[in-house]
């Protein structure tokens, strides 16, 4: 029994820490940085709360902590963190543009609006479109 404990311990810890190697991962292929692979020296800490968990307990968790759901976090909340971050730039400059393009359109609106004018002057339509790109700009 204490064979299949010991087994169990080492299989969650695995998977924690396949999981946190795979978000790191993710965020590092997205971002084209490889800078994020520093979050993985916190997989480290497994090794070391591995040790203790099978030395003393013996495969037996903790009653009221788990060290090992901890460490997993601590690996896996930055790095889905980031990601959320990086997506967000990248929403807000879509939002940027399109908001450029906008802003473009609804210049060339009023211009034609204005063109449509019957005693405009080509020389007014002129200084009403030099007049809206600049209050525009």
Known sequence: MA??????????????????????WRLATVTDDVRYWYLASVLGLYLFEMSITLGKKRGKEWKWFCPSVFIYLMCVVPAIWFLELYEMDKRIEAFDAMHEYRNVSELAKEWIMEERQENATKEDLHASLGTVLGVSG
């Open 3 to 24: 064979c299949f404990s010991v087994a169990r311990a080492v299989l969650v810890r695995l998977l924690f820490a396949v999981h946190g190697v795979v978000s790191i």
